[in-house]
């Protein structure tokens, strides 16, 4: 290995020596000495020296911690380029020697989750710790480089040790040092990590690239199976990962051919049993594998960017089918509509949705915009709050979605301009059954009273659930007791019957002296 220069020898020696901490203890001291051997003109220049070859070793060491030197090594991690570069010459390197190499893809567990919580600044402020961290756990001689905000590749150069047990060992290690807390506003705040890693002799390819998309791929496997999980490539790792892949870009398309499609989940009054709106819920018209919800094509849509682009081709077809329920002569007095945060962070929303309701002669109020209660408990961002409120100063219904699950405080509630809670399915299944059960949803609904805002029960299956959610208070009922969800095409079928069956039904008495 080459050693390095005499200049770069001089830098980190000079870096070294003045910035750190002990230097600062002989300023004093070499003040006094300046000022003892040549009177005020030398304490004057030690005065204004000292500052300057701080500042210079500051500057030094800055570009010690960007530069790599001859073996690869960087005290920092290295630009992208400079890492596919280097893994070129180790994977020739573990070619040659018949010794092994490794690639490890690196993700911060619910990075989504700690921007929300703690903000931007936070955010970027942990990345930079689990960049030291990965730093003070590999070999001097290994590369890292950072994919984005929370995801790092690190190279494992050749060595005769370098088998599946060391890079489990490895990765163990980097979980271990990730884990320990991070300050963060003078709070201690905990995460974790997941890990997919590729040893060279798992992958046969002479592209580097393939070597690092199959430890990306086993990172993958690893976010699919929890928190601080650790994978390794192997040829199943590779099916999974094309079948995903295919699916990604059968997506894509089926977002632009219409095969994305809402389904309409039905919302009625427990007071008369009229239908008050219905809930718009995306399925994937898949031509070769059926129906699917989107538990299967929304991980891979967060993946590729594409829950903007989903939210807009719903709101298209929700737009349009009220708009044929009017001309049915069938008034749908309200559609909610899911609103993740990627969307809710766009600082453009506002002046988009006022375009699409515009296009489609919509009034906003017969929007009700869903936004889980995870967004409101954490702490959401400027852009987040601006589109919130924005959109209740329209007219739009803002809906607290599965309400019970999160932490939303009644401050946010109000701040927020909160229409309507749903109460979470978990409360509501079997309540008929479980008196503590009751006691909690009566405890919701006579808070919500209090604050007036509306209450809508998810997961409402049997009519005894049915029941007790009007005597206990709650406005709206939904679920498959009611209705399961169903394409646009069956929605005036389900109108027409829906409206013959409840015709002349008494109203269900309250416990509670509500009214809606």
Request: aromatic letters at 6%; a negative charge.
């Amino acid at each position: 290995m080459p050693k390095p220069s005499p200049a770069e020898r001089f830098r980190e020696i000079l870096h070294v020596v003045v910035d750190s901490p002990q230097a600062l203890a002989f300023v004093p001291a070499v003040c006094l000495s300046a000022f003892w051997l040549g009177g005020e003109t030398a304490l004057i220049s030690a005065a204004l020296g000292l500052p300057l070859l701080f500042a210079i070793a500051g500057v030094l060491g800055s570009h010690t911690h960007t530069i790599a030197d001859a073996g690869g090594r960087a005290s920092g991690a290295i630009p992208r380029d400079t890492f596919q570069e280097q893994m070129k010459c180790i994977q020739k390197t573990s070619q040659s020697s018949g010794e092994n190499a490794a690639c490890l893809a690196i993700a911060l567990d619910d990075h989504t989750g700690l921007l929300d919580i703690h903000g931007q600044a936070a955010a970027d402020h942990v990345a930079l710790q689990f960049s030291d961290r990965i730093l003070s756990v590999i070999r001097s001689h290994d590369i890292l480089t950072r994919l984005s905000s929370d995801r790092f590749l690190v190279g494992l150069r050749p060595s005769k040790q370098l088998d599946l047990e060391a890079c489990i060992q490895m990765s163990g290690r980097i979980q271990a040092a990730i884990e320990e807390p991070v300050l963060v506003n003078g709070a201690g705040v905990y995460v974790s990590c997941s890990i997919g890693f590729c040893l060279q002799s798992s992958v046969q390819c002479t592209d580097v690239k393939d070597w690092t998309d199959a430890s990306i791929a086993a990172l993958t496997e690893a976010q699919r199976h929890g928190p601080s999980t650790i994978r390794a490539y192997s040829s199943e790792t590779r099916r999974r990962a094309l079948v995903r892949a295919n699916l990604r870009k059968e997506f894509e398309t089926a977002l632009d051919n219409g095969q994305i499609r809402p389904w309409f989940q039905p919302q009625i009054s427990t007071d008369t049993g009229e239908i008050t709106g219905f809930e718009a819920l995306a399925r994937w018209e898949h031509p070769a594998k059926g129906i699917m919800g989107p538990q299967v094509f929304l991980p891979f849509a967060e993946q590729a960017e594409l829950l903007q682009r989903l939210g807009q081709v719903m709101r298209h077809h929700v737009f349009e089918a009220m708009n044929a329920w009017d001309r049915a002569g069938v008034f749908v007095p309200r559609v909610g509509i899911n609103f993740s945060s990627e969307e809710l962070r766009d600082p453009s929303l506002i002046d988009r949705l006022k375009w699409e309701l515009d296009q489609f002669d919509l009034p906003p109020d017969r929007l009700a915009v869903e936004i889980l209660e995870t967004v409101f408990s954490r702490r959401p961002d400027d852009v987040i709050t601006r589109n919130v409120t924005g959109m209740a100063a329209m007219g739009c219904c803002i809906d607290l979605d599965d309400f019970g699950t999160g932490h939303a405080s009644i401050a946010s509630i109000k701040r927020f301009d909160v229409s309507r809670i749903k109460i979470d399915r978990t409360f509501v299944t079997k309540a008929d059954q479980d008196p503590s059960q009751q006691q909690l949803v009566s405890a919701i609904l006579t808070m919500a009273e209090r604050l007036n805002l509306e209450t809508l029960a998810e997961g409402v299956e049997t009519p005894g659930e049915h029941a007790l959610m009007a005597q206990l208070g709650s406005n709206h009922v939904q679920g498959f007791g009611i209705g399961r969800p169903m394409p646009f095409e069956k929605t005036l079928d389900w109108i027409a019957t829906h409206r013959t069956r409840t015709k002349g039904l008494p109203e269900i008495k309250r416990q509670m002296g509500r009214k809606s």
